[in-house]
């Protein structure tokens, strides 16, 4: 590109430019900061180590999950990827440094879809903006990194290619998407019925519907026993953490049950209906929100209320469907007045889901953490932190607080307490931090316990935690 045509380029879409390098400056800032504040937790060292071991060439291995492939957790190999930037800076914020750029990247085919139905920049920034301080998205981005939050950007392409019908472009996608999670291809299946009844692109549905399927059964009974040394296709499997077959037969035997289950406690319709007044209530009128949104909303049926909050990353999936449903309904809108009408709705409800104090764990909304001044600051155990992390040796066995463990993820053995506490080389207990999993008071009989252990040398003690040794 020329530079008149680049400069061109940059002056017709300054505005879309400005807002993408906005978010993406504002959350690279917030995850990067969080690590470097010791605030990230488990999740991001679930992803990490068998990245680690992937960049030295050696199996996915996780011992923070408890030993053996990472992949009995999520079967994401679109890991592999991230192996030859990691093997270049073996350091855990590469990942999410990738997970920023990818997800906020992921708002450019709903921008370029918008402009092509509703023909309105402002309008097409304004849904553009939806999208980015969604907080599905918000969340996600702030709390360590997830292959559901960067799935976003994939079921995103996915709607995308199909709706202009770039069938090349799709089918590669399509590809990519299977690698990055497992339940990516039931997005992709759901996906399948929306160009099959509402597109009718019967060809094209058939093959996403049947390889996404085939595909999903092949994980868990083909891949995952073949990579653990288990007999193939031995007993019929549809995921090592999966509810379907708890959801099919409360269905079947108990339907009174199964609505029940999906909307008590009554948070589990309010964050439905908080979701899409997100997006101005628009998606409810779109079939794509109807055939792709309800897999989502499976989550509802866990007993963990963060797994069915609209906090961290299991609402990131829901953000791409949510923006293109609101486009194919505006689309429809003749009017401009009611276009920008309802987008004044969508503005007042992505800011009311965002509001302070939505829920008990969500304080804020986390962009604001870039407008607060202590945020740049290092707390004054950071220092305590870095000291006890530079003590342990590179190839020694830790079993460490879940704050810790990113730092010291660069091994064979590493466990957050108080997995393996007994037979590791190394342990850090800090006194600042959360206690999880462990409780108050647990924590504390392990510490009197351990402190008062002669088998066990002090290397470092502060107000911030201590460095243990096995003698």
Do not use: C
């Not at 009995?72 to 990691?86: E, G, K, Q, S, V």
């Not at 059964?217 to 549809?238: D, M």
């Not at 899409?276 to 049926?301: E, V």
Request: charged residues 15%.
């Amino acid at each position: 590109m020329k530079k008149n045509q680049l400069r061109l380029f940059i002056t017709n879409n300054f505005l879309i430019i400005s807002l993408i390098g906005f978010f993406l400056s504002a959350y690279l800032v917030i995850g990067v900061q969080k690590y470097n504040r010791f605030e990230t937790g488990e999740d991001l060292a679930h992803s990490v180590q068998p990245v680690w071991h992937l960049s030295r060439f050696e199996a996915p291995d996780s011992s923070v999950l408890g030993g053996g492939t990472s992949f009995n957790d999520h079967f994401d190999p679109i890991l592999a990827f991230f192996a030859p930037f990691y093997r270049f800076w073996p350091d855990a914020r590469i990942l999410i440094i990738f997970q920023q750029v990818i997800v906020v990247l992921g708002v450019i085919p709903i921008y370029l879809y918008s402009r092509r139905k509703i023909k309105a920049k402002f309008a097409s920034l304004v849904i553009s903006f939806l999208y980015l301080y969604f907080i599905g998205i918000q969340s996600a981005i702030s709390s360590d990194y997830h292959s559901a939050t960067i799935s976003a950007t994939f079921i995103g392409l996915a709607i995308f290619f199909l709706e202009t019908k770039k069938w090349r472009y799709y089918w590669f996608n399509f590809a990519l998407a299977l690698l990055v999670r497992e339940d990516v291809s039931i997005y992709l299946f759901s996906l399948s019925l929306y160009a099959f009844f509402i597109k009718k692109e019967k060809r094209v549905a058939l093959i996403t519907g049947a390889i996404s399927l085939f595909y999903y059964y092949l994980i868990y009974n083909f891949f995952l026993p073949l990579i653990e040394g288990r007999p193939v296709f031995s007993s019929i499997s549809f995921g090592t953490k999966s509810m379907t077959s708890t959801i099919v037969e409360t269905f079947l035997t108990s339907p009174l049950e199964f609505l029940k289950s999906f909307i008590y406690p009554l948070v589990k319709l309010r964050n439905i209906l908080l979701s899409s007044f997100s997006f101005g209530f628009l998606p409810f009128f779109s079939p794509l929100y109807w055939l792709m949104a309800p897999f989502t909303y499976l989550r509802n049926f866990a007993a963990d209320a963060v797994k069915y909050s609209l906090q961290r990353h299991y609402t990131a999936t829901l953000t791409p469907i949510l923006a293109f449903s609101t486009i194919n309904v505006l689309k429809k809108i003749k009017f401009k007045f009611l276009i920008y009408l309802t987008l004044m709705l969508a503005l007042v409800g992505t800011f009311y889901t965002n509001r302070p104090e939505l829920d008990p764990y969500y304080p804020a909304p986390p962009i604001a953490l870039i407008f607060k001044r202590a945020f740049y600051v290092l707390p004054p155990r950071n220092d305590d932190y870095e000291k006890m992390v530079q003590l342990i040796p590179e190839n020694a066995s830790a079993s460490v607080q879940v704050p810790m463990v990113a730092h010291l993820i660069n091994r064979d053995e590493i466990y957050h307490i108080p997995d393996n506490y007994k037979d590791v080389d190394y342990i850090i207990l800090t006194f600042t931090e959360s206690f999880y999993p462990m409780t108050f008071e647990d924590m504390e009989a392990l510490k009197t316990k351990l402190l008062n252990d002669p088998n066990y040398e002090q290397l470092y003690l502060s107000y911030a935690g201590v460095l243990l040794k096995k003698r």
